[in-house]
């Protein structure tokens, strides 16, 4: 099957822990150093925590790395904190690739952090956005903002790119770089 849209991969630490509970629930293909077994019971809690009827359907795959090949491949493990066989844990990773089968983003939480997906969402949306168009998203920026026009591209370009206009912030440099445009 060809791969042609964006793609996400998350870690979490083992099944049946408190903090990957809550977390799950969101479209994704997760991995877990659990088996298939686990897995499936485990999908119950999260299906009733997330409001939903506990049963071992979840909306996305859950891959079994209990040898945690995949995870020693990726740099997932965390050897700070061990599991009751003393083996490191799986930290919580995201990993996030293009359509062009690249990464373009990756994030590490320790395991005793839960991941925000409203940032990650946040994230995915900047990443396509700017993939898409000729423009980067400040500190903060949410779907609908202003965005920033690229210093690469002429003035003259900028103003066929984005007709609602581009607006340069004044600075006390009085270098004139930060260029804003109503989100295309």
Sequence with gaps: RKWNSWGSLFSHSRDFTPVCTTELG???????????????AWSKDIN??????????LPFPIIDDKNQDLAIQLGMLYPAEKDEKGMPVTVHVVFIFGPDKKL????????????????????????????EK??????????GDSVMVLLTIPEEEAKKLFPKGVFTKE??????????????
């Design 104 to 131: 373009k983003l990756s994030i590490l939480y320790p395991a005793t952090t839960g991941r925000n997906f409203d940032e990650i969402l946040r994230v995915i949306i900047s990443l396509q956005l700017t993939a």
């Design 48 to 57: 009733a925590y997330n409001g939903d009827e506990p049963t071992k359907e």
């Design 134 to 143: 000729r423009v980067a998203t400040a500190v903060y920026w949410k779907n």
């Design 26 to 40: 969101r479209p994704m293909i997760a991995l877990s150093v659990d088996s298939v077994e686990d897995h499936l």
């Design 171 to 184: 600075l006390p440099s009085g270098k004139k770089y930060l260029h804003y445009t109503p989100q295309p």
